[in-house]
């Protein structure tokens, strides 16, 4: 079992899963380090509806890739365009020996949309939001993907691949999977003043 709660014992289930909605936001984190082990067909289906229960204005689409080929392929794709960005912020980490820009997650959600949708970057980042919530709740890891795409957008041939229909465009994604590191295992209360102010 990843999850191991220290306090507030009555937000966890028998399976070891978080059941108190508000104690699975707080220990959400980005996790990139990901143990070598596939996600449960069931616990999929869990996360791709709990994407769709996000909060939506237009239409948008969840792949679901785990064929570790194409996995590799989209992490191969990344790093090739990281290298030759000419932005450090990609290039540092693409120098790193080893480095996936997928982090080796076994679950690659990608999420796409008509790119004349003026919500489309609202709309799929609920979607996310709502499944690295769930992941978390089921005592899994996950990350917001962002600068990975690049391994896919404007590779039509990659694109069919993984099935993304016709009139669509990667937008964002989460990857997914049991985290290597000791990263869930107790809430991490974040400042709720630093950057808040009320207008009452």
């Given at each position: 079992?990843?999850?191991?709660?220290?306090?507030?014992?009555?937000?966890?289930?028998?399976?070891?899963?978080?059941?108190?909605?508000?104690?699975?936001?707080?220990?959400?984190?980005?996790?990139?380090?990901?143990?070598?082990?596939?996600?449960?067909?069931?616990?999929?289906?869990?996360l791709v509806r709990a994407g769709n229960s996000a909060p939506k204005?237009?239409?948008?689409?969840?792949?679901?890739?785990?064929?570790?080929?194409?996995?590799?392929?989209?992490?191969?794709?990344?790093?090739?365009?990281?290298?030759?960005?000419?932005?450090?912020?990609?290039?540092?980490?693409?120098?790193?020996?080893?480095?996936?820009?997928?982090?080796?997650?076994?679950?690659?959600?990608?999420?796409?949309?008509?790119?004349?949708?003026?919500?489309?970057?609202?709309?799929?980042?609920?979607?996310?939001?709502?499944?690295?919530?769930?992941?978390?709740?089921?005592?899994?890891?996950?990350?917001?993907?962002?600068?990975a795409l690049l391994g896919i957008k404007g590779n039509p041939k990659?694109?069919?691949?993984?099935?993304?229909?016709?009139?669509?465009?990667?937008?964002?994604?989460?990857?997914?999977?049991?985290?290597?590191?000791?990263?869930?295992?107790?809430?991490?209360?974040?400042?709720?003043?630093?950057?808040?102010?009320?207008?009452r």
């Amino acid at each position: 079992m990843i999850i191991r709660l220290s306090t507030c014992e009555r937000g966890k289930s028998r399976e070891g899963h978080i059941t108190d909605t508000l104690m699975a936001i707080d220990l959400r984190k980005s996790v990139r380090n990901f143990l070598p082990k596939s996600v449960e067909a069931e616990i999929i289906t869990q996360l791709v509806r709990a994407g769709n229960s996000a909060p939506k204005v237009g239409f948008f689409h969840i792949t679901v890739i785990e064929n570790s080929e194409v996995l590799k392929e989209i992490n191969e794709q990344a790093l090739v365009q990281f290298k030759n960005s000419g932005d450090k912020l990609l290039m540092g980490p693409a120098a790193v020996e080893g480095y996936r820009p997928l982090y080796g997650a076994p679950v690659f959600f990608l999420l796409s949309a008509p790119l004349a949708s003026p919500s489309k970057e609202a709309t799929t980042s609920c979607a996310v939001t709502c499944i690295t919530i769930a992941a978390t709740a089921l005592g899994l890891g996950s990350c917001y993907i962002q600068s990975a795409l690049l391994g896919i957008k404007g590779n039509p041939k990659l694109i069919e691949k993984v099935g993304i229909p016709f009139g669509l465009t990667p937008i964002c994604g989460v990857v997914v999977g049991y985290s290597a590191e000791e990263s869930l295992t107790s809430p991490r209360y974040r400042s709720t003043e630093d950057n808040v102010n009320y207008c009452r």
